[in-house]
């Protein structure tokens, strides 16, 4: 048996695992050390009540005749009815929202989806899931080469406001956007998200919009969805999650909705392709996380909802804070739970050494997202309010 050629193009591992393996190795070395990890985008408070009940009244009616459910492929409906008008204003009908255990399994599916025929553009820098999983489908014929080829690398910086130039986009691509961002935490401007829309059906592309952290948008001015956005129906694809904005990492649920006007250049509903790709290999989100998913979306879910990201974003202003205080330029932090803090001239990698070491902070080189992430830090707001409180003050002797 040969190895996947595939696989053999990956550059190097994925990035948080090593991260992970960086902190195991200074805590080895240094057994008293007490790490602080500001690194990856884990949440770490406990699931509000009200959503947590939700769960467990969804548990116990498995237990029961009346309340037993199996399999429920697409989702539940009524959870994709409450996704549809709590998000969309009711725009899309329940056949259009297929429920997901994530939004980056659901991105591994797509890429499944469209194939090694596409190539893909990213936003540098950029969610590691995008690239890799393009790599590891050979997106864009990049099996043959390096793996990288079939991918355009978009640089998105100060200078440009954190929105890409899009004249190097190629034809009948998959574009990956994610606003708020992970990394940079800058959340693009529905006119920015029109010229998006535009320039993806100018050349016959798609974009893949990830809005996972959709929920920590507190500027009323800015977009949440790329469905904002007229004619989107007709070139994008949207995904999402309870994860961040609910605590479901561990729980793991999500959404995906491709709208029935989406179709390929030959005519051909990318709706029914997706409901192919999702029932074959992908048996439905758990019964217990879509219960939960449906007290989240009540008023006093979304009131929950609002209360947990808020804590989240009280986070990430106490570390943009002391950040700024020691004169290192940031964005993000205010719409998005990251912030994303330059060190010019510096390695990326050698930073996070520096931190590591001065502060036991644990934090995510940027250059591991993309060639223009080189230079930054990403820090992540996710953490127990003392342990960020207590992070700050180490960051005070950078
Ligand atoms: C991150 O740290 O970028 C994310 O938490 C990882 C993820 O959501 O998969």
Request: hydrophobic share 35%; with cysteine.
């Amino acid at each position: 048996m040969n190895r996947n050629k595939c696989i053999a193009n990956i550059k190097a591992g994925y990035l948080f695992p090593e991260v992970a393996k960086r902190r195991r190795e200074y805590a080895q070395a240094h057994p008293d050390a007490k790490i602080i990890s500001l690194g990856i985008g884990n949440t770490t408070e406990p699931i509000l009540p009200h959503i947590d009940r939700g769960l467990t009244e969804g548990a116990a009616k498995l237990a029961t005749f009346e309340g037993y459910s199996g399999y429920q492929d697409e989702g539940i409906a009524e959870l994709r009815e409450r996704i549809s008008k709590v998000f969309y204003k009711g725009q899309f009908g329940i056949d259009e929202i297929f429920i997901s255990d994530g939004a980056k399994c659901d991105i591994g599916r797509l890429q499944l989806m469209f194939g090694a025929q596409t190539p893909a553009a990213v936003q540098d820098p950029s969610y590691p899931v995008y690239v890799d999983g393009s790599v590891l489908i050979g997106a864009g014929g990049g099996w043959e080469d390096s793996g990288y080829k079939g991918i355009t690398y978009l640089p998105c910086t100060a200078e440009n406001d954190y929105f890409p130039d899009l004249s190097a986009l190629k034809p009948n691509c998959l574009i990956y956007f994610c606003s708020p961002n992970n990394p940079t935490g800058a959340v693009a401007g529905r006119e920015q998200l029109a010229v998006l829309v535009r320039a993806a059906q100018k050349n016959g592309s798609f974009i893949i919009f990830d809005a996972a952290y959709s929920e920590y948008i507190r500027d009323s001015g800015l977009p949440k969805s790329i469905f904002e956005i007229d004619e989107a129906k007709t070139c994008a694809i949207e995904v999402n999650s309870f994860s961040k904005p609910a605590g479901f990492t561990g729980v793991r649920l999500g959404w995906t909705v491709v709208s029935k006007e989406l179709k390929y250049s030959g005519g051909e509903s990318v709706n029914a392709d997706w409901s192919r790709i999702a029932s074959t290999v992908f048996n439905g989100a758990s019964n217990i996380s879509q219960a939960g998913g449906m007290a989240a979306l009540d008023s006093e879910g979304l009131a929950e909802i609002r209360k947990l990201s808020d804590f989240y974003l009280g986070n990430a202003r106490l570390i943009r804070n002391v950040l700024v205080k020691a004169g290192i330029v940031c964005t993000g932090g205010d719409n998005s739970p990251y912030i994303w803090a330059r060190f010019p001239g510096r390695d990326s990698w050698e930073v996070f050494t520096e931190i590591l070491e001065k502060c036991q902070v644990i934090t995510t080189p940027g250059s591991g997202f993309g060639p223009s992430g080189q230079s930054f830090i990403r820090f992540s707001a996710f953490g127990h309010r003392a342990d960020v409180e207590e992070a700050c003050e180490r960051l005070k002797k950078l």
